[in-house]
């Protein structure tokens, strides 16, 4: 089976700072790849995807991510974090044929003014 | 709008009663997914179904029970058998037919389920 690790369980940044989420999973196969990310009080919503093609993908608000098959990696990166940023990130992986997901346990990153 | 929708927000049970928490989604989607979070666990699997009379068990299905009748439903029944049922519950949707970036879920604004 699948599974997905989040090595940073809790990130704080000042304003303006970089941010690299590490994210990594097992699987030897073809997998989707995603970054979901849940804003205090709002629905999980997707910030990128990967599925084929070129390996750094841009998403939502300024974030890409790299996705590194030799390395079994995923990670999320943002050149300049802002406060609104504040949130919990989730990887995710898609293996194989089937629809479901399995998720990371989570970064939870605070930005600091 | 487009959308899934979960009720109630807040849900308070005692010990030993079962509940069911509902999730509609009007985005025609065909698959549907119910998630347990809980902190520093991450999302953990229980039930998902990819066409409806039909549903399979997660990572977590121990003490929980759903139903798939209609495309559009996908209630998940917590029973007094789950050691551990407070939580707070997220439901998703997606697709499951075309090519594979299609695989991306859409998820509810959750309800969060305490039991005293």
């Known amino acids: 089976a699948q599974s997905v690790s989040q090595h940073n369980h809790h990130v704080i940044l000042s304003e303006a700072a970089s941010l690299e989420l590490g994210c990594n999973y097992s699987y030897g196969g073809t997998v989707n790849l995603f970054w979901y990310v849940q804003y205090p009080g709002q629905h999980l919503q997707l910030l990128l995807k990967?599925?084929?093609?070129?390996?750094l993908v841009k998403g939502i608000k300024g974030f890409e991510a790299e996705f590194i098959k030799s390395k079994f990696s995923f990670n999320l990166r943002k050149p300049s974090v802002q406060w609104s940023d504040t949130a919990e990130y989730f990887c995710?992986?898609?293996?194989?044929?089937?629809?479901?997901?399995?998720f990371g346990t989570g970064t939870r990153l605070q930005v600091t003014l | 709008d487009g959308g899934i929708t979960q009720s109630p927000k807040y849900l308070f049970r005692k010990e030993g009663q079962n509940v069911t928490l509902s999730c509609e989604q009007n985005?025609?989607?065909?698959?549907m997914y119910w998630y347990r979070q809980d902190p520093g666990q991450g999302l953990r699997l229980i039930y998902y179904?990819?066409?409806?009379?039909?549903?399979q068990k997660g990572d977590i299905a121990e003490g929980y029970s759903v139903s798939r009748e209609k495309k559009e439903s996908f209630p998940l029944t917590v029973t007094s058998a789950q050691k551990n049922p407070t939580a707070f519950y997220l439901c998703?949707?997606?697709?499951?037919?075309?090519?594979?970036?299609?695989?991306?879920?859409?998820f509810g604004p959750g309800t969060r389920l305490t039991v005293l």
């Open positions: 995710a992986v898609n293996a194989g044929t089937a629809s479901k997901l399995t």
């Open positions: 998703a949707s997606g697709r499951t037919r075309g090519p594979s970036s299609y695989n991306e879920q859409f």
């Open positions: 990967y599925f084929s093609g070129d390996p």
């Open positions: 179904s990819q066409i409806v009379n039909d549903f």
């Open positions: 985005l025609n989607h065909d698959a």
